[in-house]
């Protein structure tokens, strides 16, 4: 039987590595399931089950299950984010119009910054990255609670997002760039869950596995959807 089956048992504190090790056991399974079934979907007594645990070991470790599912939620977001946000800063510092040979920024570069490690994790971080990104792509489109948990783990590197698109074109209204970023956001997070959609209706053509298929069409596409609103918005004002 492996470690991560093995049920533990016993009313004493596990020990701090034993217990790390614990929580991981259970956030992955937390992952898995939430992923493949939704919040509803799912009780703290599956979570046990799958994780080989108790279920008074889940309450002791996260509380209810909201706090589980929003210990699940961060424990990746904050390497979303330290990601995206790291990207985008080196993207304007490699721009930056008092270096030398720097080029201008770009709409499409501004977002290949935000977008591409994201599509790096996915191809490199292993199946739990998998899961993760199929659970984002459930919250962003759960109207009831959804956009709070979004925002929650996700607004400030949005607002970078936002802001660097700003500098770019100045002359764009923040209205513009938030409706352009809802609709980036929509196709950035069907392409990371992998629904499999694409490779029906194509029949066989295309695989929403294959992310550099996604990489070398999804930065150019929201880009030019950013620069046709901006360009309408220009032209009517």
């Not at 720097?102 to 998998?130: C, H, N, Y």
């Not at 698109?165 to 956001?185: G, H, M, N, S």
Request: charged fraction near 20%.
């Amino acid at each position: 039987m492996t470690a991560a089956k093995t049920r533990v048992s016993g009313r004493g504190r596990p020990s701090k590595a034993k217990g790390l090790d614990l929580k991981e056991t259970i956030l992955d399974a937390a992952e898995g399931l939430f992923a493949r079934h939704g919040f509803h979907g799912v009780t703290t007594r599956q979570v046990a089950a799958e994780a080989g645990v108790d279920t008074a070991l889940i309450h002791y470790y996260f509380g209810a299950k909201r706090e589980l599912f929003d210990a699940v939620f961060l424990r990746r977001a904050e390497i979303l984010n330290q990601a995206r946000e790291a990207s985008m800063n080196a993207y304007v510092k490699a721009h930056d119009p008092e270096t030398p040979g720097a080029g201008a920024m770009t709409v499409e570069g501004v977002i290949e910054a935000f977008i591409a490690p994201l599509l790096r994790i996915s191809q490199d971080g292993g199946p739990g990255w998998k899961s993760y990104f199929a659970l984002v792509a459930q919250v962003n489109n759960t109207p009831a609670w959804g956009g709070e948990t979004m925002a929650r783990f996700f607004d400030p590197v949005v607002h970078q997002l936002v802001e660097t698109l700003k500098i770019v074109r100045p002359q764009a209204e923040y209205r513009d760039l938030y409706w352009c970023y809802q609709f980036l956001t929509g196709s950035m997070m069907l392409s990371l869950s992998e629904t499999g959609r694409i490779d029906s209706l194509s029949e066989g053509e295309c695989h929403s596995s294959d992310l550099e298929a996604v990489r070398a069409r999804l930065f150019s596409y929201c880009a030019a959807g950013f620069e046709a609103v901006i360009a309408k918005a220009s032209s009517a004002a």
